[in-house]
């Protein structure tokens, strides 16, 4: 009886614990959503509606904002940004996965050395490359041209990537490559035929990692691209502000359609994405 | 390992090795040189002037401004990112949530996808003193005399950019450290609840000792991330009013881009560099001695 008592007791503060933290984490989601939601309401608006009270809803959706916003430039900058950023993407995954390839797969001299080197650039930052590469970029002509940022981008993201890669290259058993080897495959044909396709898995975690650090970078892409018609949507969406300077809530609706992209992302490959951040645990 | 031809690996290495080397290294490491002279953006040419950019920089009014909002940035990210945020994972993980909390967690971190540029301009307008969300709910709930100007105000302007990176970046901390929780093996907490640790013992005594590693891993990239700040401050205020919200990263950039200081500029990314990098290898030699 009294167990039973105390059983009871023990249930209804579990209730009322579990109550109280759902409430607390639901204070938490309002204070994520409210400048969210606060900014898809207003996007819908009349710039008059905006200034007469931005707490209202609108009278009329005017989902022309959207098409004015990308048609008054961010058309152009997400052409742009798909272009810098596909091209990164994959020049930044197949020399990491080479590198890595090479320094978990033969004994070379110095392979140590190399490591420390490339893994070292993790600790570089940006901000302490940005006036020599703005002069080296003159000096090669890329300056203001898509190369302009993607090399640097490449540079900057095989230290983190082959930091991911490496560990997964070395968690591969080696009897599968023994026995490619003595079917005669070469180094090659064993990295492309049996480390890639094992191998999805952390391209996939590294793709979407870098993309979020690609599609987002606005240093490099702030001081090393000037003409508009090149820009890439983080610093398109500065100059965007700019050119709508009383046009606010096409701005609004500007900065919706920027953020799409990277949450589609996360919740299509989620666990990929997830992977990627938790292995590398590095910010932007 | 396989026998293989000598020249073999290096084909696999060198393009990688050459791209750091050539786009990161080689800048880094001019970067030192040129914050011995002074140079211009415009021209090739260079001058020696010995410390005079350190001197510059180290003398400057902004220069204690600058250090105490990167270090109010990072002490404040440190309470409320990693402390709150490791918090929030632990209440998450708690056997008290029920199925929602993977929910919960993705919409902690969905500010994390935002660009921080698109954030910047989102807060640029939420602060607003006329339009903005902040002053209008004031206003709804008849607080009239609390509205500010926020981001207009020198006292607080760099409080409103770090709170800003706090609503971003809080679940991203959460997330990782959620990981970690989970990838404690099952048996620790089952054995501790067999001898009747509650779940706040249970987090104190299992999980945070478990999580350790992370949770340095998470304080380290949020002090490293305080000194390279530059988009969140850029994109709202550039640092004003006056210099009241200025940061190194800012500062660097104005110097090299807007003023044609490019050499201060140097000065101001070596300090940078020697900050982050300081702070990296503390991480290494902590994780390596094995007290974490």
New interface residues.
Partial sequence: MLSNAVHIKKTRKQGILKLLLNLFFIVLVISIFLPIIWLLINSLKSNNELFNNSLALPEKLLFSNYVEAWGKGLFAYFKNSLIVSSISLILIITISALLAYGITRFNVKGKNIIFIIVLGGMALSEQVALVPLYKMLQTLNLYNTYFAVILPYIAFRIPFTVFLMRAYFLSIPKELEEAAYIDGYNSFQIFYKIIVPISKPIFASCAIVNLNFVWNEFLFANVFLEDKKIMTIPIGLMTFQGDMRANYTVLLAGIVIASIPMILIFLLMQKQFIRGLTAGSVKG | ??K?KKF??????I???L??????????I??FV?SFFRLS?YSAGKVFVGFDNYIKLFTSDIFPIMIKNNTMYAVISLIVQVGFGTI?AL??E?K???R?RNV?R??????A??????VG???T??YSP????LN??IR?VGLENLTQSWLGDSKIAIYCIIAMSQ?Q?T??IT??MV??IQNIPKDYLEAAAIDGAGPIKRAIHIMIPLVKE?LL??SI??I??AF?L??EV??TTSGGPGNSSQV??VF??QN??LHDK?GL??AT??L??VV??TI?IIQIIVTKSGKV
């Avoid at chain 2, 993705?106 to 500010?111: A, D, E, K, R, T």
Wanted: proline content about 4%; charged content about 0%; hydrophobic content about 55%.
């Fill in positions: 390992m396989m293989r073999v690996p290096y084909y696999y290495i393009p990688g090795l791209m750091v080397l050539f786009f990161v290294y080689i800048p880094v001019s970067n040129y953006s929030i209440l998450l708690s008290l949530t029920g929602l919960y993705n919409i902690y971190f969905l500010p996808l935002i660009s921080l540029t698109a301009l989102l807060f307008f939420v006329q339009v903005g969300l209008s709910l709804s609503w970046f679940g991203y997330l990782l990981v970690a992370q891993v998470c990239i949020t490293i991330g390279k530059f988009t850029y994109s190194l990263g660097l950039y090299a881009f490019m500029a140097a990314g070596v940078i560099f982050t990098v990296s």
